[in-house]
């Protein structure tokens, strides 16, 4: 099966400029999860979608970072304006099911750099 | 508040001896949890899951173990090779709203020298 999409694979921007994220899942794959991962830490979840609903944004900034899951498939993330903390690699990943026993599969991200 | 623990000192082992990673945790009742491997401009790849009630679990090579009392969990390679140099992420299954979130550790990177 082909993995999960992403693009672009590198961006850097200036601060305060605006920047989106492309993500296309594994076909049929239920769940999808932004994550942002800065270097030397592990992954931290953003936003987590079940079909095109939002079960989780707890941890999304969301005065400045937008997401949204068209037709249940493809997401976009979207922030705006960009600060420097926000640099990182931004990971996509898909689920079957979203159920706890159901691992996740990764694209290979986007790292982002804010100058 | 909640914590999941790994090494942040990496892990230097010689080829063919095993390898063995720790995962602790506070303040969680996981009913799962998942080791990934993550290699240098990747995303983290999947590995194993084992169930809070599962003491072991074995895919080839790999090991894991879960002691829920002890709140930790044991990530073993046996004859390591220098092609199982990464970093090895833990996460923990915790259930919000009927959904699953999976809540991932730093990690800890392992070096395996021939």
């Known amino acids: 099966e082909a993995g999960v999409a992403q693009s672009p694979r590198y961006k850097i921007i200036e601060k305060r400029q605006s920047v989106a994220f492309w993500c296309n899942p594994i076909s049929g794959h239920a769940t999808l999860y932004w994550y942002q991962q800065i270097l030397g830490q592990g992954p931290k979840l953003l936003i987590q979608f079940q079909n095109n609903g939002v079960v989780d944004d707890s941890q999304l900034p969301k005065d400045r970072f937008s997401a949204e899951r068209l037709k249940g498939v493809d997401s976009t993330l979207k922030i705006q304006p960009a600060k420097l903390e926000d640099s990182a690699v931004y990971l996509c990943a898909s689920s079957s099911t979203g159920t706890a026993n159901s691992p996740l599969h990764f694209g290979n991200g986007t790292r982002l750099t804010v100058t | 508040s909640q914590k999941i623990e790994q090494n942040s000192e990496a892990l230097n082992i010689q080829e063919g001896k095993t390898a063995t990673l720790t995962c602790n945790y506070t303040?969680?009742?996981?009913?799962?949890l998942q080791w990934y491997r993550q290699d240098p401009g990747r995303g983290p790849v999947f590995l194993l899951l084992i169930r809070e009630n599962e003491k072991e679990k074995r895919k080839e090579r790999l090991k894991v173990t879960f002691d829920t009392t002890l709140k930790q969990s044991l990530f073993h390679i046996t004859a390591s090779q220098p092609a199982d140099s990464a970093t090895y992420l833990c996460?923990?299954?915790?259930?919000?709203?009927?959904?699953?979130?999976?809540?991932f550790g730093a990690g800890t990177r392992l070096a395996v020298h021939p």
């Open positions: 996460a923990l299954s915790a259930l919000r709203g009927g959904y699953n979130k999976l809540i």
């Open positions: 303040n969680y009742s996981p009913a799962y």
